[in-house]
């Protein structure tokens, strides 16, 4: 698949790390380093714009190194990019961890997985099948 994609940044586009990969890592695109303080979140931009088909979405999703080493989450996760919106890609991220966070220029923050995605249809129904776990909510299983 190919998709149009605009680089404003000063860094490579992005690429995926092995060939097996599903997600592309993506970078901070800063004038200056931005510090994130515990609990704390920033928008920060990577210099990319792009233009997804329809029928598919861009999945942003934390890197799981940040996540298990330096407690740094993205908000919303994961978040979507529609294939109608052409403004630059921006990472919500948060530091979950107990010490500052110093992201630079440059920095993989995030990675981006394109996936297809189908349209719902609602059909208007008086009931619902039954099945074994009926209205069993969050913890019915024992997990």
Not at 57 to 73: C, T, V
Not at 110 to 130: F, P, R
Request: aromatic share 6%; hydrophobic share 35%.
């Amino acid at each position: 698949m190919k998709i149009k994609i605009v680089n404003k940044s000063k860094h490579d586009l992005p690429s995926y790390s092995t060939t097996a990969s599903a997600g592309m890592d993506l970078r901070a695109n800063l004038e200056e380093s931005v510090i994130l303080k515990p609990m704390q979140r920033a928008l920060i931009p990577t210099g990319l714009f792009i233009e997804i088909p329809v029928g598919y979405e861009a999945q942003i999703r934390p890197r799981s190194g940040l996540a298990i080493n330096k407690g740094i989450g993205i908000l919303n996760s994961p978040g979507t990019i529609d294939a109608d919106y052409r403004g630059e890609i921006c990472i919500i991220l948060i530091n979950f961890s107990n010490e500052d966070f110093i992201i630079k220029d440059g920095d993989r923050i995030c990675q981006m997985v394109i996936a297809k995605h189908e349209k719902a249809e609602w059909l208007n129904v008086d009931d619902l099948e039954k099945t074994e776990r009926g209205h069993g909510g969050f913890g019915h299983t024992g997990n």
